[in-house]
């Protein structure tokens, strides 16, 4: 057997429809993220064993009607599956995407996984180091475990790098990682472990 693992990233946000945010940690849902998390929680024909969420607001609210259909699960918010936070929080305040694309482009550009942007961001050495923590952690849970858990799309491709290409180093994993397919809202991606 093995354990059946689950990534769900969040319905739409505020930030994924373009509006400006002010705190990466408490961007919430739309209505139209709000209906995606109601439709998925429909769409689970059986309870997972465990429920694990970042600790984000659009996480957290994307996963309540899950929980709502399946009370006795076991739930943990899991700061491992929060999302990359690589620019410095304080400098994206009332931005848009659009307007952080540049400084996007130039810390992918920098290709450097020790850099840090400023105070609150990580380095993408940080976020393979929580990645791989959370996989193991994962493959310690009792054989033939469902597990839902419900992230951000930078957070499940840095996980899905680490599954499908253990052997990287940071560099090349740096490299390769904007290569990997967007993940939808609400899109599930299943492992086995």
């Known amino acids: 057997m093995a354990i059946q693992l689950i990534m769900i990233r969040h319905g739409e946000s505020a930030g994924n429809a373009g509006l ?6 408490n961007i919430p849902l739309t209505g139209l993220g709000r209906e995606q998390a109601q439709k998925l929680a429909e769409t689970w024909t059986k309870s997972p064993d465990f429920i694990y969420v970042s600790p984000f607001l659009r996480a957290r609210e994307t996963t309540q009607p899950t929980i709502d259909r399946f009370p006795d699960v076991k739930i943990r918010i899991d700061d491992d599956l ?3 936070t690589y620019l410095s929080p304080a400098t994206c305040v009332n931005t848009t995407k659009e307007e952080r694309r540049p400084r996007v482009n130039a810390y992918w550009d920098r290709l450097d996984p020790e850099y ?3 105070e609150g961001a990580e ?3 940080a976020l393979a180091a929580r ?3 959370f996989l193991q952690e994962m493959r310690s849970l009792p054989d033939g475990s469902t597990v839902f858990a419900f ?3 930078l957070c499940i491709t840095g996980i899905r790098m680490w599954i499908d290409h253990p052997d990287l180093d940071l560099r090349e994993r740096m490299r390769i ?3 990997y397919p967007l993940i939808r809202n609400t899109e599930c991606l299943t492992f086995r472990l």
């Open 20 to 25: 400006p945010t002010a705190d990466h940690r």
């Open 82 to 84: 929060r999302e990359f």
């Open 116 to 118: 840090v942007d400023g």
């Open 123 to 125: 380095s993408f050495s």
């Open 131 to 133: 990645t791989r923590h």
């Open 151 to 153: 992230s951000h799309m």
């Open 177 to 179: 990682f904007r290569t």
